[in-house]
Structures are given as structure tokens and as C-alpha cells.
């Protein structure tokens, strides 16, 4: 690992949260870091190691990085407390960034949110002013009833020619439905009703924009096979707030990154995204933002 | 829990120690071997809570990546078993260092397991136990299993799944060898996969070895039994439990399956 250095770190009330902060050895450290932690209920490293790949990666090229795991997940203490899932996920990454501005007095981050790691992050981005750039993976979708039915048809037209897939449908079908408690903890938003889900995404958003908080929303080809015009964001596509956010549509790669070739077009398009901003930030005004932040307590209020 | 980065300069390793509460075992330590990919990030959180459960019984626990996995140092791509051997070796000796425990028992899991036989034969290092779970007997069968776990990941994956990636596993066998389930594979490491069967994978006299595997996993039955023929110190033990080794980790799911953890842990000490 020429030119990286790892340090492991445990932070957070009690030292109970752990991960590991890469960032590029000549202490050229950047400005700006980038926060990873956990998808589902993999652990810091992520799919197929993702996490350290893009990280490594990342310092290579001058930008720090902290991946870690929240409450609960992979090497980090369950919370003491008994917060709501989100609360705790978004107090988690502020104990993240607190802790690389206390170790290597930075600032600024990116929140890099893979699949269900797309709910704290936009609660995080939504309370906190030190977070510049949002990307969310395969997080939020609201697809119209057109890219609705063209999924389902396509799906349907490639079991009727792949009939090994007929039996892998039944088998899932006869599986035993997953409990009320995954639903609510794999949902993005918990277990509210989409509609409200779709409302606090909206109102999420637009304040981003206010603040000028960069946002990439990247969708895989394990939502749809194509997508002609931002189509998962459905209604949402062309309002204010979500047009001038950036939108990516990778139908060749899975929300699994379960290829080598999936990875690395991921890293180049994560990477590439995440160099434009910190050059971006490098130029721009050092003060923050004018709009403040919410504090969490409200973000939350609205979730529950 | 102690974060640690350990071994020579030229091949660290991460490693999380969890020191024992207590002084009931002070001569007495347990060194997890992790599985390789996938499965080692599915095991993942069962390791570190059997870690502190052990550690709350009085035993000191270090769990640890290989060189290229988890949070250690390497790419994918430098895999392979002669330096696996030698890094559950590394491991052994930063345990002792730190506890002073002449009785470290290796817990091994999957291709975990199989690299804690051929570590224990190399005679670098001297556990007192190996615990097996599961072990990877055949690299061949295992090899095709991944293939077949891969390609059903894809196709679970991907909203409409490629047809020609069955087709491919069916009639081509160097098809999904070179990556597997999110890792790449080296041609070093597929060929030493390939090679690993029974005949590769002996015991030593001078530890006992106890092998937990499911009631019809035939091949690890038989391999015990060949072993026992050969006058090795192993004992087998049925050990059913639902973790699914391959399967992405997903909310609900078993992550750490409660009677597999109070089995293992009686298992190791």
C-alpha cells in the first residue's frame, strides 16, 4: 500500500463505534473527507470489500476516508440509549466526522451511502452543515407506474425464456415472508407509508440544494434495465431541488457489486465524483454555509 | 478490543484482540481463522460476539485478516495459501506475545479451517486444539459451489439476470473462476484451490482436532474417518446451525445463530 496509511480508530460515546481512517501518507490529508460505513448488515469493509477498494483508491489520490460500522454492526457496541434506528445512524456519523476533525482537523465531508446506508446519510446531510456531498447508491426510488409495468414486463419475459428461473421464483415465492422488523429496519425511510417516504425525501432534498449541498444519486442495473428520463425519481424527477442533482443510471452494474467489472466502474464513477467536489471546495470560499443546518431532533421527528 | 496492525514491516495484518476479563484462563487464548470472501464478511459479527463472550469467560481472543482480506493490507488479487499459512502463523506468535498463553487453540472456519491444518503441519507454530467448523476438504467441490453461489447472486442481483452467465457456468469451467462472489481470484489461488483435497489436507499427531460439520456433509466425515485410520488425534461432531456462508447479509436474517455461538464457544474451551 504504497503512499496509504490506515490507522484503525475506535470513537464515539465510550469508544464503542470502530473503523478505519485511510488517507494518503505524505499528509497531504485534503480538506475534504469522505465518511463509508455499513450497507445492510455488512460490515465497514462492505460487498466484495468495496469500502477498502474506494478507499485506498481515494487516498492514492489525496482524499481521507473514514469507513466504519454504526451502532450495532461489525465491530461497533450496540448503543446504549434506545434512539430511533435513523437517529442513532445520524448521531454515528457525526461522532465519525467529529472524530477526523479532531484527529486531522478536517471539516468538510462526503457521505458515500450504499443501499440502506442511504437513509443516515441523507438524515445526516439534512442535520449537519460540515457535510458538502451526498451520494446514495441504489437508496431512494419512486419510479412511475410506467417504469413500473416495464420492469415487471421485462422480468416476466426473462423468466418465460430462462425456465431454470421459473423454479428459483417459486422457491423464493414459497420462502417465509421476512418479519415486520427487517421490512422496517431494510426500508429506507423505516416503515412509513411511500408517500410520506417520497414527501420527506422532497423536502429533504430542496434543503440540500439551499445549502448547496452536492448531491449524486446513482441507480444500478439491479432496479431497472433501462431508464429514459431520471425515472426513479417518478414525479419527483423535474422539481425544484432534484433537477440540477446529479443522476447516474449504471444498468451494467449490480446494487451487489458482485463483479470485479461492477466494482471498478463503480470506483471510477465514486472516485471521479468525489475528486470534482474536494477540487471544487479546494477553490471555493473556506466560511460555512450561510443556511444552517437541522438539528437531528427534527430530521427525526419527521421519520417517526 | 484492541485494533492492531501486526507481523513483519513487509506483510502486516489487521487483527482486533479482545483481551480476557479476568484471570480464570491466563494460560489459555483462542485465535480465530476466518473464512476467505464472502463468507468471511457473512460470519463477520458472529466472530466478534463469540470474541466477547469467550473474552468474558476468562480467554483472550485475537481475530485477524489474511494478507489482501478485510481491513489488512493487499489486493484481492495477492491471495493465495502459502502466505495464508504463514499469516495464521503471524497470528499465533502476536498471541502468544501478548497473553503468554501456552495453550491457543485455533478456531477455524471454512478455507479458515483448511489454511489452520496447513499451518499447524508446516510445525511453525503449536496450538494446543484445532476446532474445524465446516471445513473446505475439497478445493474442487468448493470451487464449483462458489461458481454456482456466484451466478445465482447475479442473477438475484440484477433486476432482469443474463441468461448466457447459466449457459457459461454449465458449459465453460473456467467460466467464474477468476472472480468469485465480489473477489477476485489469482491464478495462484485457483490452482491451489483446485489442488486442495484430502490428501493435501493431514493432521498432525500433536494436537488433537475436533471437526464440526453437518450430519450429511459426507466428504469432511470421510476425511475425518481417513484420518482417524491414520492414527490422528481427530474427533467428529454433528453441528447443524443456519448460517448460510455465502448469502448476503440482509436485516433479519441469522447473523449470529445463538445455539451455534454457545456450541462453539463450549466447542473451544
Redesign the interface.
Given at each position: 500500500?504504497n503512499g496509504i496509511r490506515?490507522i484503525?480508530?475506535?470513537f464515539g460515546p465510550a469508544q464503542s463505534l470502530?473503523g478505519?481512517v485511510a488517507t494518503p501518507a505524505n499528509g497531504e490529508r485534503g480538506k475534504v473527507a469522505c465518511l463509508m460505513f455499513n450497507a445492510?448488515?455488512?460490515?465497514?469493509?462492505g460487498?466484495?470489500?468495496?469500502h477498502?477498494k474506494l478507499a485506498r483508491q481515494l487516498a492514492e489520490r489525496g482524499v481521507t476516508s473514514l469507513r466504519f460500522d454504526l451502532s450495532g454492526?461489525?465491530?461497533s457496541d450496540a448503543a446504549y440509549g434506545a434512539e430511533h434506528a435513523l437517529t442513532q445512524g445520524v448521531q454515528d456519523l457525526q461522532a465519525a466526522m467529529d472524530q477526523l476533525e479532531a484527529m486531522l482537523g478536517i471539516h468538510r465531508f462526503i457521505v458515500i451511502g450504499l443501499r440502506?446506508g442511504a437513509r443516515p446519510g441523507l438524515g445526516l446531510a439534512v442535520a449537519d452543515a460540515r457535510v458538502i456531498g451526498l451520494l446514495m447508491f441504489d437508496g431512494f426510488a419512486f419510479p412511475g407506474r410506467r417504469s413500473r409495468w416495464d420492469?415487471r414486463l421485462?422480468?416476466m419475459a426473462?423468466i418465460a425464456?430462462?425456465p431454470?428461473?421459473i423454479a428459483?421464483t417459486l422457491q423464493a415465492l414459497a420462502r417465509r415472508p421476512?418479519?415486520r422488523?427487517?421490512?422496517a429496519?431494510?426500508a429506507p425511510f423505516g416503515p412509513d407509508r411511500p408517500e410520506i417516504t417520497m414527501a420527506l425525501f422532497r423536502r429533504s432534498m430542496t434543503q440540500l440544494a439551499e445549502r448547496g449541498v452536492a448531491v449524486l444519486l446513482l441507480y444500478s442495473?439491479?432496479?431497472?434495465?433501462v431508464d429514459h428520463d431520471r425515472d426513479q425519481l417518478g414525479p419527483l424527477a423535474h422539481e425544484p431541488g432534484l433537477r440540477e442533482v446529479d443522476y447516474r443510471f449504471m444498468p451494467g452494474i449490480?446494487?451487489?457489486?458482485?463483479?470485479?467489472a461492477a466494482?471498478q466502474s463503480f470506483m471510477a464513477v465514486v472516485g471521479d465524483w468525489v475528486l470534482r467536489l474536494t477540487s471544487r471546495r479546494a477553490t471555493a470560499r473556506p466560511e460555512r454555509l450561510a443556511r444552517p443546518a437541522l438539528p437531528v431532533e427534527r430530521v427525526v421527528l419527521r421519520t417517526a | 478490543?484492541t485494533?492492531?496492525?501486526f507481523g513483519p514491516a513487509s506483510r502486516q495484518l489487521?487483527g482486533?484482540f479482545h483481551p480476557a476479563h479476568g484471570d480464570t484462563h491466563v494460560d489459555r487464548a483462542v485465535l480465530i481463522c476466518p473464512p476467505f470472501g464472502?463468507e468471511a464478511?457473512r460470519s463477520?459479527?458472529l466472530w466478534?460476539t463469540l470474541a466477547d463472550r469467550l473474552a468474558r469467560m476468562g480467554y483472550a481472543v485475537l481475530r485477524f485478516d489474511y494478507h489482501g482480506?478485510?481491513?489488512s493490507?493487499?489486493d484481492?488479487a495477492d491471495g493465495e495459501f502459502e502466505g495464508w499459512r504463514r499469516d495464521v502463523c503471524t497470528a499465533h506468535e502476536e498471541l502468544h506475545r501478548r497473553t503468554g498463553a501456552r495453550r491457543i487453540v485455533w478456531l477455524g472456519a471454512r478455507l479458515g479451517a483448511s489454511l489452520a491444518v496447513l499451518a499447524a503441519k508446516s510445525g511453525r507454530s503449536d496450538p494446543a486444539r484445532l476446532v474445524l467448523w465446516d471445513p473446505i476438504v475439497s478445493g474442487r467441490d468448493h470451487l464449483q459451489w462458489l461458481r454456482e453461489r456466484?451466478v445465482?447472486?447475479?442473477?438475484r442481483?440484477?433486476?432482469?439476470?443474463d441468461?448466457a452467465w447459466?449457459r457459461q457456468l454449465a458449459s465453460d469451467p473456467r467460466a467464474f473462476t477468476d472472480?468469485l462472489?465480489?473477489?477476485?481470484i489469482s491464478p495462484t489461488l485457483l490452482l491451489q484451490l483446485r489442488n486442495l483435497g484430502a490428501d493435501t489436507l493431514q493432521l498432525t499427531a500433536l494436537h488433537e482436532t475436533l471437526v464440526l460439520a453437518a450430519d450429511d456433509d459426507a466428504s469432511v466425515r470421510r476425511w475425518c474417518e481417513s484420518e482417524a485410520a491414520r492414527r490422528m488425534p481427530v474427533r467428529y461432531s454433528p453441528f447443524k446451525h443456519p448460517l448460510q456462508w455465502s448469502a448476503?447479509?440482509?436485516?433479519?436474517?441469522a447473523?449470529v445463530p445463538v445455539e451455534a455461538l454457545q456450541r462453539l464457544a463450549t466447542f473451544v474451551t
Open positions: 500500500m490506515e484503525p480508530v475506535a470502530f478505519v445492510d448488515a455488512t460490515h465497514r469493509v460487498s466484495g470489500r468495496i477498502v454492526r461489525g465491530d440502506t420492469r421485462r422480468r426473462a425464456a430462462r431454470s428461473a428459483g421476512p418479519s422488523a427487517a421490512v429496519a431494510s442495473g439491479s432496479v431497472h434495465v449490480d446494487q451487489g457489486l458482485i463483479s470485479i466494482q | 478490543v485494533p492492531l496492525l489487521f482486533l464472502q464478511i463477520h459479527r466478534r482480506t478485510g481491513d493490507p493487499g484481492d456466484h445465482e447472486a447475479l442473477e442481483s440484477f433486476c432482469v439476470p441468461p447459466r472472480e462472489l465480489g473477489f477476485a448476503e447479509p440482509q436485516p433479519g436474517d447473523l
